[in-house]
């Protein structure tokens, strides 16, 4: 049991009816988990809001609201705390609940467009080939020095967030890395935590299904660099031409890394093949199994984080040469008919052209290239011609397909996706919109040498359809249909 007014330690408070010296079970936002003695934050989502289910919490014996406007009717045996805002405060009353764990380990924040579950999973490597207890909060996975928890959101919940730190500073744990979205930032979840150290990868068209505009995209990134403190550092991709925005206001150690530009951390691409990249980074060489322009600046922000985070520079590359590239970031297998088949997450203008042109530039030229993409359902439609555009520019044939639809109809989606086909394009695009029947399709459209991108879901092992998830793994289907092929 906790007392209320140690929880709301730092919370910016407009008014409280009723005593704040009573005990506390536990804290809770959703009101169907709410018991008795706990405490009901009532937050404004974007489909529902907790200031609606004040008096079922209370039923379910809530013995303190959190709200940011009193209810006309309230309840004498229950304490009212009227806030600013309540996802603020809930971020305060979450860190103060679980005895401030952020600051008993080095968190680092990676954010950023694209490129932050490969830095973040990658720098968890590192330093566990290093020999620290390390956690990580990413898209992927959650993990505990050597326990793995299911993720569900890129940045979970105040609560999530703390919980799980507070289980990693139990277990010995000195170093957590975690991916810091624009959701996250803008609903004040990493609002109370103390980071050591941000990382920015680079900013492209995204969630602006979300964000009104880019700059406000741009700005909600920004605003996590502008609150880290003198004591961390920020290490910033200045070749990205947002690179030099993140720094302009942070008090934090102002550090950069680049391909193109003079940078604290630079590096040079000296080979580039499907096996991994040779890089010249500052004065080294180092061969690491990641493959792609986009992953040599990964490697960068991995290295010079982990030189700030007290690695010596050398044994970093050594530990950089070692690791293992992130599930769904650019996976491959090649069939025992000689078909390469690659699986990346792309699911951003950027990532997909991105990964397309470090295809290209890789292969042959003898070959073909066929991908294998669809565009998300409920989320920022504008990027849907693109991705399309993108698609057929860059390959030999492209086939668009679903990805997840959730509550759209997939006809619809691939409609809109079609719109960006160019049509001297047209003879080289597919549309089916069952995925496995695509990826299929493109398998046995695919020779020996080909090359198939299946671009999209990466490491998610389901499919949204209709609300409804399905199993749906892409590199289990494109191994199975390829192995079916070749027998």
């Known amino acids: 049991m906790k007392v209320l007014k140690d929880i709301l330690y730092k919370v910016a408070i407009e008014s409280v009816k009723g005593s704040t010296d009573i005990a506390i079970s536990k804290i809770e936002f959703d009101s169907r988990k709410v018991e008795a003695n706990d405490i009901f934050v009532a937050i404004r989502g974007s489909l529902s809001d907790g200031h609606d289910y004040i008096e079922k919490a209370i039923e379910l014996g809530a013995k303190a609201i959190i709200c940011d406007t009193l209810p006309e009717n309230t309840a004498s045996e229950v304490t009212y705390v009227q806030v600013k805002d309540t996802n603020t405060a809930l971020a305060f009353m979450a860190a103060n609940y679980f005895e401030d764990p952020s600051a008993k380990l080095k968190l680092v924040g990676v954010t950023g467009t694209n490129g932050k579950t490969t830095i973040a999973s990658l720098l968890f490597q590192l330093f566990q080939k290093a020999g620290f207890k390390v956690g990580l909060l990413s898209t992927v996975k959650i993990v505990v020095d050597q326990t793995e928890y299911p993720a569900t959101h890129t940045t979970p919940d ?3 967030i703390n919980h799980y730190l507070n289980e990693m500073v139990e277990a010995g744990v000195t170093h957590c890395f975690m991916e810091v979205s624009s959701h996250g930032i803008h609903q004040k979840r990493t609002e109370a935590l103390h980071f050591v150290g941000g990382i920015f990868t680079n900013l492209s068209h995204d969630h602006l299904d979300y964000h009104p505009t880019f700059a406000e995209y741009r700005d909600v990134k920004k605003s996590f660099f502008d609150s880290l403190p003198k004591s961390a550092f920020v290490i910033s991709n200045i070749d990205d031409k947002n690179g030099s925005v993140m720094l302009q206001n942070t008090a934090a150690k102002k550090l950069t890394y680049a391909l193109k530009s ?3 951390y630079r590096a040079q691409i000296l080979e580039s093949q499907l096996s991994g990249l040779l890089l010249k980074v500052n004065d080294n060489e180092v061969w690491v199994k990641l493959i792609g322009t986009f992953n040599a600046y990964n490697v960068l922000a991995i290295y010079g984080t982990a030189v700030e985070l007290g690695i010596d520079s050398l044994e970093a590359l050594r530990l950089l040469s070692d690791l293992e590239s992130v599930s769904g970031r650019f996976q491959y297998i090649v069939s025992d008919g000689g078909i390469t088949a690659v699986v990346d997450y792309a699911h951003t203008p950027d990532a997909l052209e991105n990964v397309l042109k470090t295809i290209n530039d890789i292969r042959t030229k003898n070959e073909q290239l066929i991908t294998v993409v669809g565009c998300g359902g409920n989320r920022d439609k504008t990027k849907r011609p693109i991705m399309a555009k993108i698609a057929s520019d860059l390959s030999d044939k492209a086939v668009l397909t679903s990805d997840n639809p959730r509550n759209e109809d997939p006809e619809v989606i691939l409609d809109e996706m079609e719109q960006g086909v160019e049509p001297h394009n047209y003879k080289k695009m597919l549309r089916i919109t069952d995925r496995k029947q695509a990826i299929k399709t493109a398998c046995q459209l695919a020779q020996p040498k080909d090359i ?16 409804v ?5 892409d590199m289990e289907t494109v191994k199975e249909i390829l192995e079916q092929l070749n027998k």
């Open 469 to 473: 998830r399905h199993h749906f793994d």
């Open 452 to 467: 198939i991108l299946i671009a999209g879901k990466g490491h998610e092992t389901y499919q949204e359809i209709n609300g």
């Open 158 to 160: 105040s609560l999530t």
């Open 262 to 264: 003079y940078a604290d």
